[in-house]
């Protein structure tokens, strides 16, 4: 894995996304912590609002918004309806008030929010973003030009910048009020990963943070010398209209160990790993592994286990390409690359708490101590996993 270099000063790129968009704030909270210096910041929608909290530089101010959100601060929804909706939990709806809901929404032609522009006014600093050090540039869609706007905080006439704001989240299901004498549509739509905005401001070193929202991705070509890093959830976030407190701290906390998987440099698909081991090392666990593990894993890939002396060779030469394999590693694995997807493997299905940092033994620590109390519990595995965590518990 490349080691993220921390010496340069970077140009953040947000994506729009609704709800989503408290992952975003848990991958800020990671880069200040990881000292990533930020220049500038694009977004859209609600990378857009994201980005304006970023250059006025108060991460406990987004924390506070994004860990209390509800769907009332976004909308003019009840929020219990709202939850049992968007849930699918259909027998707690009441009929009475989602149709009531629901001819207000069709009555003016989208789901007013008001809460939102309240919100807006009441988050931002229009001051503190045009004096900031972090230059910012937000994108909406104009439907007067029919063409996509961009928005250079620090050039916005007084007063216009939180309209812009709300312009850029005008998501299609809103009711979409004139700003100025001017209507304007959710900037992802037509580019929901606006790092065009950033090239064209001869950036050179871009972080983009995706969430996955729903709207264009322009195509850019990435000029020669430009370097794009880019941190994405490898879960689902959920629903972008789910503006659910317990669902956002959740996706605060994915951001936030995901950003520092890029930014400390840190191994593993599915958990973190602070590795501390080498390919030689690794190697050398897999092949003094215990002779009766060996037996059984030579065993299982259907090779000759009745003569020691050919153990070796048969975990180099059937074993581990064998599991290689089953963990789709693709040809280039690696020895380091293939015990630690092992160990990964174990802990997940030893059920280990995959949000923290672990060192390797650590992690190994926290699988043994699972695996020691399932087998008292009876617990059942793969056939597989079975043999692996033995490769892994008993060591050599």
Not at 31 to 54: D, F, Q, R, T, Y
Not at 138 to 143: I, N
Not at 164 to 190: C, Q, R, T, W
């Amino acid at each position: 894995m490349s080691t993220f270099d921390l010496s340069k000063e970077y140009g953040v790129v947000l994506e729009g996304g609704g709800a989503k968009g408290a992952y975003q704030i848990g991958v800020w909270k990671a880069m200040i912590e990881c000292g990533v210096k930020i220049k500038g910041v694009s977004g859209v929608s609600v990378g857009a609002l994201n980005g304006a909290l970023m250059c006025m530089q108060n991460l406990s101010q987004a924390e506070q918004l994004w860990e209390n959100i509800s769907y009332s601060q976004v909308m003019d929804v009840d929020n219990e309806q709202m939850d049992y909706l968007l849930k699918r939990n259909l027998k707690d709806l009441d009929l009475r008030k989602i149709t009531k809901t629901g001819m207000k929404v069709l009555s003016d032609k989208g789901i007013d929010v008001t809460p939102l522009r309240n919100l807006i006014e009441k988050l931002v600093d229009e001051e503190k973003i045009k004096t900031s050090p972090i230059e910012f540039v937000l994108g909406t869609f104009s439907l007067d030009g029919f063409k996509e706007k961009e928005i250079v905080a620090n050039e916005v006439e007084e007063g216009y910048l939180k309209d812009y704001l709300l312009a850029s989240a005008y998501f299609p299901a809103f009711k979409n009020e004139k700003l100025h004498g001017k209507k304007y549509m959710d900037g992802g739509v037509i580019n929901n990963v606006p790092i065009d905005m950033l090239l064209n401001r001869g950036y050179e070193d871009i972080l983009v943070i995706r969430i996955f929202g729903i709207g264009l991705e322009k195509r850019v070509k990435i000029p020669d010398g430009v370097n794009v890093v880019q941190i994405a959830p490898r879960v689902d976030l959920g629903n972008l209209l789910e503006f659910d407190s317990k669902k956002s701290r959740r996706n605060m906390k994915i951001g936030y160990y995901d950003g520092l998987r890029c930014f400390r440099s840190l191994e593993g698909t599915i958990y973190y790993i602070d590795s501390k081991w080498t390919e030689e090392e690794c190697l050398l666990k897999f092949i003094h592994s215990h002779e009766i593990v060996q037996m059984a894993l030579l065993e299982y890939y259907k090779q000759d286990y009745t003569n020691t002396a050919l153990y070796t060779r048969g975990m180099l030469e059937a074993v581990a390409p064998g599991l290689a394999q089953e963990l789709k590693l693709g040809k280039a694995w690696t020895y380091k690359g293939l015990y630690l997807a092992l160990i990964e493997m174990c802990a997940k299905y030893m059920r280990v708490q995959k949000y923290q940092v672990y060192t390797e033994e650590e992690l190994l620590e926290n699988i043994r101590e699972k695996y020691q109390r399932a087998k008292r519990e009876d617990y059942k595995v793969p056939l597989l996993v079975e043999l692996v965590l033995n490769l892994l518990v008993m060591g050599e």
